[in-house]
């Protein structure tokens, strides 16, 4: 039996999974320590319980677990990478180079930094959503201290080269920060092959809960220098005071270990149920455009219906969830910034839906999911004097040609 609604926004967030909420659930009351508590049983076995979700967060992206520092969520792990190291690096340089379509937790860290004195530059991409190793290449100078490039995309699912770009950083000495929010848990990473000095995570977005997250910090050579944004008991390292969310960080370690497990054959369902999604609606519909491109996040569809405004057609979709790039629907009430810097037209980014497939999404739901959207995209096209314009222009097109 299909349930509604349907939950197809697994980008903004996902839901925990049962086997991290029962792994959870003792540490609420029953294992209710301090892990700072270094002088009791119940100190002892909240530490204990911490330093096995380290170790295993740390082995899906192949760190060791004292480069690991519990934060919460990636909005803080990106502020404590971009504002910790350009404060650790200062004397080295002035130069951040990032990126358009990073997240703004991101981007208004390095908007931040400028009113601080900092140099940004926020590299184009093309079309597709993909930067040019050229460009940034060029953009590099002696005064670099921080590359900051996402290893994938929240809104339409690109992927970042992260080897390369860690070869060219690595090669000049400079720092590699990636926001892998989006990426960790659902495509393989490994930070010693990709040269990451620096790498944002959170729970939430991999079946794990909200308000915990972490900032991988490379201590193996070359080690790299952070300065602490939140000050207090010298907690993490000295790098996150605070007293550690013990349940969150034990939910945290489960999904991690999950996703480890499960990831392989978990990305081949998201991609069967993607192509069917995507071929589905193309199928059904004419004018669609499918934005990003290449090698995208398994569980991402990003498709703009020409001629509908996507919150229409999200108002007509109650019981699907989705979201769309559309002003007014994001705590920014911006349109989004990532579709612009494809290039996109005003109206393709008012029309566009992002389709964030995750973990417990079924391909009965994907079916549904393609006929109600068709048919009311189908209905709100009607009503469109523009379309059926388009239409009769296409039309007469095709006649002169034929
Ligand atoms: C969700 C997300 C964030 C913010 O993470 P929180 O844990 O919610 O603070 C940052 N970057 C990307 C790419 C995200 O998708």
Known sequence: MLKLPIYLDNHSTTPVDPRVLDAMLPYFNEKFGNAASRNHAFGWEAEAAVDQARAEIARLIHASAREIVFTSGATESNNLAIKGAAEAYKDRGDHIVTCVTEHHAVLDSCKSLERHGFKVTYLPVDRAGHLSL?????????????ISLMAANNEI?????????????????????????????????D???????????????????????????????????????????????????????????????????????????????????????????????????????????????????????GESLMMALKD?????????????????????????????????????????????????????????????????PLYAAAQRAGRASAETVS
């Open 134 to 146: 050229e460009r940034l290449e060029t953009a590099l100078t002696d005064k670099t201290i921080l």
């Open 157 to 189: 699912g690109t992927l970042h080269p992260l080897k390369e770009i860690g070869r060219m950083a690595r090669k000049r000495n400079i720092v590699f920060h990636s926001d892998a929010a989006q990426a960790v848990g659902k495509i393989p990473l």
């Open 191 to 309: 930070v010693e092959e990709a040269g990451i000095d620096l790498l944002s995570i959170s729970a939430h977005k991999m079946y794990g809960p909200k308000g915990i997250g972490a900032l991988y910090v490379r201590s193996k050579a070359p080690k790299v220098n952070l300065k602490p944004i939140i000050d207090g008991g010298g907690h993490e390292r000295g790098l996150r005071s605070g007293t550690l969310n013990v349940p969150g960080i034990v939910g945290f370690g489960k999904a991690c270990e999950i996703a480890r497990e499960e990831m392989m054959p978990e990305a081949q369902q998201m991609i069967k149920l993607r192509e069917r999604l995507k071929d589905g609606l193309l199928g059904r519909l004419d004018e669609v455009c499918v934005n990003g491109g290449g090698e995208r996040l398994p569980g991402n569809m990003n498709l703009s219906f020409a001629y509908i405004e």
């Open 320 to 384: 699907i969830a989705l979201s769309t790039g559309s002003a007014c629907t994001t705590a920014s009430l911006e349109p989004s910034h990532v579709l612009r810097a494809l290039g996109l037209d005003e109206n393709l980014i008012h029309a566009s839906i992002r389709f964030g497939l995750g973990r417990f999404n079924t391909e009965e739901e994907i079916d549904y999911t393609v006929g109600r959207v068709a048919e009311e995209v189908t209905r709100l096209r009607k009503l469109s």
